[in-house]
């Protein structure tokens, strides 16, 4: 029972982290948050799951490798670590013409001690998932995006036929089990494929790099196999800057390439500049004008590491603390009033729609109506061309007049419907995100 999520990192190589097969088949019941963090654990280990066991990732930097906006709240931090200790993970292989089956927990160890999670790996898990003889490619960027666990766990399962383009007819009990799907709701086919299926391919088709489409086969009457066409997602260009543009940029950054020369690995990296870039460029300067004068034992990736993790204070001055949290109230006041200027733009454009579709939709009394009402008032002698029979002013200087007229006094009838609203702007390919 596990899959796992992954945090936006980029380009192949770096954005897209290998998931072993068996571990994204594992069957179990995660939440969103419990999937993501085992992407985040592994991604973080990567580098070194064969030299070391144990790892560890500071806690601050773990909410945001998850994209957690949430309070510290280190009490649901423990319970996911609760579950992966528990999660299952079986492989079925083929060796010597026989097959051989494994099972095994997805962390064998997890500790939170001095804002430090510390973790680790079965070794034989460990060799699984660094050189996977078969394997999926996650897009950390997309994975990130996700909002529905279902709709994670069908894309992991996915993925790895997107070669060929098709999952091959699954039945219909190994699906369910494959999904985590186990509530006895789902016995009734009906709810299984409002609630799992329709809700998660249309999630993955709106947010994801695949395309996938449900076929289904019935034994007799009932629906008993299920199979997913996958091919590439026609807003996959689209998507990918998005994904890409900000770890491009740090890539390029000062701050980057220096704790790279240092040895320190590239996630870790991106990780430390995206929790406080700040910080890890005077860690850095810290560090070097330290090795200068030859006052450091050892490497300086390890002392490095050491200072970041524990939020050492390098010597910001006041001054400078001052400085910096100014600059945060600014940047954040600007990001603010740009996004309530686009909410403005985009319910004006929504009250637009409103009113083309409510005359779209005017019958022939309610269009007299308002002609007479322009007629008395503000296009007095301005409607000499209307024709009562056809409804139409065929003067089109009269006729502009009368439906800038018009289009201003269904604008004062408009009243937005929240639930209505996010719907059109979904369908529009808006960003809700943006919206409060």
């Known amino acids: 029972m596990q899959k796992k999520v992954t945090l936006s990192v980029q380009k192949a190589k770096n954005d897209q982290l290998r998931k072993h097969v068996a571990a994204i088949h594992t069957s179990g019941d995660l939440s969103l948050l419990e999937r993501k963090m085992v992407n985040v654990l592994l991604l973080n280990a990567y580098d070194d799951l064969l030299s070391r066991r144990t790892h560890t990732l500071p806690v601050d930097h773990l909410r945001v490798m998850l994209g957690w906006e949430e309070s510290y709240n280190i009490t649901l931090l423990k ?20 097959e051989t089956w494994r099972v095994m927990t997805m962390i064998s160890f997890g500790e939170i001690k001095g804002g430090i999670c510390t973790y680790r790996y079965d070794e034989y898990l460990a060799e699984r998932f660094y050189d996977p003889e078969i394997y999926a490619m996650i897009n950390l960027g997309v994975q990130r995006r996700f909002e529905g666990g279902y709709a994670l766990t069908l894309y992991e399962n ?150 970041i993790e524990e939020g050492a204070d390098v010597g910001k001055s006041a001054y400078e603390i001052n400085k910096e949290r100014t600059k945060k109230e600014s940047l954040e006041k600007e990001k603010r009033k740009k996004l309530e200027a686009k909410k ?37 002698g301005k409607t000499t061309s209307y024709n009562p029979v056809t409804g139409e002013l065929k003067d089109p200087i009269e006729r502009v007049s009368f439906m800038g007229w018009l289009r201003s006094q269904l604008l004062l009838e408009i009243v937005i419907n929240k639930t209505q609203f996010a719907l059109w702007l979904e369908t529009k390919n808006k960003k809700p995100a943006t919206i409060s």
Not at 79 to 98: A, C, Q, W, Y
Not at 295 to 306: D, E, P, V
Request: charged share 35%; aromatic share 10%; with cysteine.
């Open 79 to 98: 319970k996911v670590l609760r579950t992966l200790t528990s999660t299952p993970i079986e492989f079925n292989i083929m060796e010597d013409g026989k």
């Open 158 to 307: 996915c993925l790895r036929y997107k070669s060929v383009e098709s999952t091959g007819w699954w039945e219909l009990e190994r699906f369910k089990k494959l999904m985590g799907a186990s509530a006895s709701i789902y016995d009734e086919f009906k709810y299984l494929k409002r609630e799992v299926i329709t809700k998660s391919i249309k999630e993955i088709n709106r947010i994801s790099d695949i395309f996938v489409e449900a076929e289904y086969r019935k034994t007799g009457r009932k629906i008993s196999f299920i199979r997913f066409n996958i091919t590439e997602n026609p807003q996959k260009n689209l998507l990918e800057p998005e994904l890409l543009d900000d770890h491009a940029s740090i890539r390029e950054s000062e701050t980057f390439k220096r704790l790279r020369e240092h040895g320190i690995g590239e996630r870790l990296a991106i990780a430390w500049i995206l929790q406080d870039k700040e910080q890890a460029q005077a860690v850095v300067n810290y560090v070097e004008e330290r090795d200068k004068k030859k006052l450091i034992k050892g490497n300086t990736a390890g002392y490095i590491r050491k200072l």
């Open 344 to 380: 403005s733009e985009l319910e004006s454009e929504y009250k637009k729609h409103l009113v083309t579709e409510r005359i779209r939709n005017l019958a022939m009394a309610e269009i007299s109506n308002f002609v007479e009402r322009y007629r008395i008032g503000e296009g007095k």
